[in-house]
């Protein structure tokens, strides 16, 4: 049985497992921090919402949220993981793989349940998919896997594309094997990557101001959490430099971005849902295998096309989970 085949056997009957014995306790609902770098992510609570929801957990009456939303400082989220701990809270979730790198790094007690956009085996957050180990479990999509994808779907959009700019931090592990991933493609489709390394959400604000016209064709995000929480950001310089945008997630796009090839934050959210329950029911962590999401979906925004007079060949349309008009 391979890896896949396991993931989905396996957490496709995580409710159906019996629970542990240990009851919530009857003067107070559980305690629940979330730690995440905002922007797009903030998605993710309305996934988690819905999906505890869906199990039965009413906010306020079984559990209540603690957020800590550090909106887009990395330092921030060590110091809020930890203030979670002392608060204390019954269980953590962060979102991204360098926000639970963080968070587990800052605590010594709290169960922590994630959502990864790398495999978390070679991020270190987990000892193996069947069996994580320690107090670390949850969902994992192939954000930087599907990095390559990204890149080819955009050369499809634009033809002419030469020059692709992109922003990230060489201090995050997973931005840079993301990078590494694009200069591969970069050199296969002969494009000309143009790197940005940053080192905050403030270097990213000059270096996309002091992006020159026609410096760039487009932009591709990394896989950064950092420079995704500023999409915002983003997007309103792209739409002045007429900079056509590549994003991982479906936010981004309604948001005003082009296009994007990945998952979403609030589906995602919602399979962790059903980790967080178990957990707060008395299951180890180590013991819930982590579950691999494996439906990428593209979303092509229609109207931002139009507006940087863009032609989108009509294949890619027809192939397109949801076109924005």
Request: net charge positive; charged share 25%; hydrophobic share 40%.
């Amino acid at each position: 049985m391979d890896r896949r085949t396991f993931l989905g056997t396996t957490v496709g009957g995580l409710l159906a497992m019996p629970l542990a014995t240990r009851a919530q306790p009857a003067d107070r609902p559980y305690q629940l921090g979330v730690v995440l770098e905002g922007g797009p992510y903030v998605a993710a609570l309305e996934g988690l919402r819905t999906g505890l929801k869906d199990l039965g957990l009413e906010e306020g009456r079984h559990f209540v949220l603690h957020v800590h939303d550090v909106k887009g400082d990395p330092n921030a989220v060590g110091p809020a993981a930890r203030a979670l701990e002392q608060q204390p809270v019954d269980l953590i979730y962060a979102v991204t793989t360098s926000v639970t790198l963080a968070t587990r790094q800052a605590t010594t007690r709290v169960p922590i349940v994630f959502y990864a956009g790398s495999d978390p085996v070679v991020a270190g957050l987990v000892q193996s998919f069947r069996k994580p180990g320690g107090r670390l479990t949850g969902v994992y999509s192939r954000t930087v896997d599907l990095t390559p994808k990204r890149f080819e779907l955009l050369k499809a959009m634009l033809p002419r594309l030469r020059r692709v700019v992109t922003f990230y931090r060489r201090d995050n592990a997973v931005a840079v094997r993301s990078v590494q991933a694009m200069r591969e493609v970069a050199r296969e489709l002969k494009v000309e990557l143009i790197e940005r390394p940053v080192a905050s959400s403030d270097e990213l604000r000059t270096s996309l101001r002091a992006l020159k016209p026609r410096a760039a064709d487009a932009y591709l995000q990394a896989g950064d959490a950092t420079i995704v929480s500023q999409t915002d950001l983003i997007l309103e310089i792209a739409r002045a430099k007429k900079l056509p945008t590549m994003f991982s997630d479906e936010t981004s796009v309604v948001r005003g971005g082009l296009a994007c090839y990945g998952l979403n934050y609030r589906t995602a959210s919602r399979h962790a849902g059903a980790y967080v329950r178990r957990v707060l029911l008395g299951a180890d962590p180590g013991d819930l295998p982590v579950e691999q999401l494996d439906e990428p979906y593209t979303v092509i925004n229609l109207k931002t096309a139009k507006d940087l007079a863009l032609t989108i060949p009509p294949s890619l349309l027809q192939r397109a989970d949801r076109v924005i008009e």
